[in-house]
């Protein structure tokens, strides 16, 4: 959320969370982390990236029904 764009603003949490809003439910994990550190990548363009970038994905799948 961190990374900067051309005019010095942040990606932030609004530009997550409308990039995971337009996945599919079903995308696999793999597809989604790619496809946002893609965003990010073009939100940045040309600013040199001054950190890293960390993506971490989890999927609920409901609780265990216990007996």
Avoid: K, W
């Avoid at 990374?3 to 793999?30: K, S, W």
């Avoid at 990236?49 to 989890?58: E, G, R």
């Amino acid at each position: 959320s961190e990374a900067h764009g051309p005019d010095n603003v942040q990606f932030g949490v609004q530009r997550i969370t409308a990039y995971l809003e337009q996945c599919e439910p079903d995308a696999d994990m793999e597809t989604v982390t790619n496809g946002l550190h893609r965003a990010v990548a073009d939100f940045m363009t040309g600013r040199p990236q001054f950190d890293d970038i960390a993506i971490v994905a989890l999927r609920y799948l409901g609780r265990e029904q216990q007996g």
